[in-house]
C-alpha cells in the first residue's frame, strides 16, 4: 500500500539504522584500541575501512604498526580522534582520509574536503613534529562516471599539494595497477566496488614502503592462490 512520504520516512529510517550501527562498531573499536598496547616508536594507519581491513602484521612483519582504522569514519571523526590515536612517540603516521566525504555527497565538494584534510595536517604536524607523515590519495570505484573521476583527480592532486606543503609524503593511490585507464577500480585488485583485494593491498603495501623503507619486510609475504 502506497503511503504519502512513505519512501523518504524509509530512506530516514535506513540512514538512522545505518547512523546507529557506525556508532556501535566505532565504540567496539575504540574499546580495542584503548586495549591494546601501543609499542614503542609505533607507524600508526590511521583512517577509514581501507585501513581497518589492511592487515599491517602480515605485509609489514617487522615494524611495530598501530591499526588505527575505523569502517565508514568520515572526515570529522578522523580529526575529533587523530591526535589520541598517535602516541607521542610515534615515527610515523600513514593518513587515508576524505574517502567517506566524496564517496557519499552526489556532488562532492571537492575544495572543502581537501581544505578539512589540510586542517588536520596543519595539527598533526605542529603536535607530533617528530612523526613523519604519509598521506594516501583517495582510492577510485570500480563504477566511476568520467566526471567522478575527473573530481578525485581534482581531489588528490589538492591533497598531494597540501602534503607537501606540510612536508609530508604523498603516495597516488589512483593508478595502474589499482586503477584502470578509464580512472576506475580495477576488479583484479579489489574485492567488491570500493575495497582492495589482497593483490590491491600488496600493490598498496609496496608503495608505502617506498617512502617508509622502515616498512619494508625481509622479503614480500606470498599471495594466496
Do not use: K
Request: hydrophobic residues 45%; glycine residues 8%.
Amino acid at each position: 500500500v502506497f503511503v504519502p512520504g512513505g519512501w523518504r520516512l524509509r530512506t530516514i529510517f535506513c540512514h538512522d539504522d545505518g547512523a546507529a550501527a557506525y556508532r556501535r562498531a566505532r565504540e567496539q573499536r575504540l574499546a580495542d584500541f584503548a586495549a591494546q598496547t601501543c609499542p614503542p616508536g609505533a607507524l600508526v594507519f590511521l583512517g577509514s575501512s581501507t585501513v581497518e581491513r589492511f592487515d599491517l602484521a602480515r605485509w609489514f612483519p617487522l615494524a611495530p604498526t598501530l591499526n588505527r582504522g575505523i569502517g565508514n569514519a568520515p572526515l570529522a571523526d578522523l580529526s575529533e580522534r587523530a591526535l589520541s590515536s598517535i602516541p607521542g612517540d610515534a615515527r610515523a603516521l600513514v593518513l587515508y582520509a576524505g574517502s567517506i566525504d566524496f564517496r557519499r555527497a552526489a556532488s562532492p565538494q571537492v575544495g572543502a574536503i581537501a581544505d578539512g584534510i589540510d586542517d588536520l595536517l596543519a595539527r598533526i604536524v605542529a603536535e607530533r613534529p617528530e612523526c613523519a607523515v604519509v598521506v594516501l590519495g583517495i582510492l577510485p570505484e570500480r563504477a566511476m562516471p568520467p566526471e567522478r573521476v575527473e573530481a578525485l583527480r581534482t581531489l588528490n592532486d589538492h591533497l598531494a599539494d597540501h602534503a607537501r606543503a606540510r612536508g609530508a609524503q604523498f603516495v597516488a593511490t589512483a593508478r595502474a595497477p589499482l586503477a584502470l585507464a578509464s580512472g576506475a577500480l580495477a576488479e583484479a585488485f579489489s574485492s567488491d566496488s570500493l575495497h582492495l583485494s589482497d593483490e590491491g593491498y600488496a600493490a598498496l603495501a609496496g608503495w608505502i614502503a617506498e617512502v617508509l623503507p622502515e616498512l619494508r619486510p625481509a622479503s614480500t609475504p606470498a599471495l594466496p592462490r
